[in-house]
């Protein structure tokens, strides 16, 4: 049963330290989401790939976050230096996407960070 | 947020009645979609509706999209228990090819 597998799936760490988030997509997927979900703003769209290749960061703060796919089997979200306000679930999501179609994204079950 | 709202934010109703969620966007879509996330878990596609459609069924959910008013509603109709969770709207861009999700309705079916 193929899914997009996420780690770590907990995450406590304390203001000013490294996160790193990683994602595998669905095996063919070419192209992989990352999203913020908190209370406040819902699930809100951080960068996302195409081919390995970033289409759209531009909802990720800068000077902290980065994401990067080193290959087709991995992605990572990055936060350098931590902070409490960044304590939300981080979700990946994959999916096939060619110019005859696809539709569908699908969803891992999330890295629950929390900054303290 | 990112392109549109989903409304009502909650929603509580009895097991046999049925659920009607709407969702308004801002942007041109090409398709629409529901998706469901129970709690502490990821979301999980239950329907897409295209631009060019205006109704569509799958099992006890029926979804409508209105591209003049901009909007989209999903019924669930004889609502049951299991039904409890949030659920979101994602609009896919016709200029990109992004997913935009709102902050969701939080459903509960009271047996």
């Known amino acids: 049963d193929a899914r997009v597998t996420q780690t770590p799936r907990h995450k406590v760490t304390e203001m000013g330290q490294e996160v790193t988030m990683r994602c595998q997509p669905i095996?063919?997927?070419?192209?992989v989401f990352w999203y913020r979900q908190t209370m406040m703003q819902g699930l809100e769209l951080l960068a996302y790939?195409?081919?390995?290749?970033?289409?759209?960061d531009s909802g990720m703060p800068k000077d902290r976050f980065s994401a990067e796919m080193p290959d087709a089997t991995l992605a990572t979200l990055k936060i350098q230096p931590s902070e409490p306000r960044d304590s939300a679930v981080y979700f990946c999501?994959?999916?096939?996407?060619?110019?005859?179609?696809?539709?569908?994204?699908?969803f891992g079950e999330g890295s629950w960070l929390t900054v303290v | 947020s990112q392109q549109g709202e989903e409304d009502p934010q909650a929603l509580s109703i009895q097991e046999g009645e049925n659920a009607t969620m709407n969702c308004s966007y801002k942007?041109?879509?090409?398709?629409l979609q529901w998706y469901r996330q129970n709690s502490g878990r990821g979301l999980v596609h239950l329907i897409l509706?295209?631009?060019?459609?205006r109704e569509k069924h799958s099992g006890r959910l029926r979804v409508t999209l209105d591209t003049s008013k901009k909007s989209s509603s999903l019924l669930i109709t004889a609502s049951r228990a299991a039904d409890t969770a949030s659920y979101f709207c994602?609009?896919?861009?016709?200029?990109?090819?992004?997913?935009?999700f709102g902050t969701g309705t939080s459903l509960t079916v009271i047996p």
């Open positions: 999501a994959s999916g096939s996407f060619h110019s005859f179609g696809g539709n569908t994204i699908y």
């Open positions: 790939f195409r081919n390995r290749a970033p289409l759209d």
């Open positions: 095996l063919g997927h070419n192209t």
């Open positions: 509706i295209r631009s060019n459609e």
């Open positions: 994602a609009r896919r861009s016709v200029s990109r090819n992004q997913f935009y």
């Open positions: 942007t041109s879509i090409n398709n």
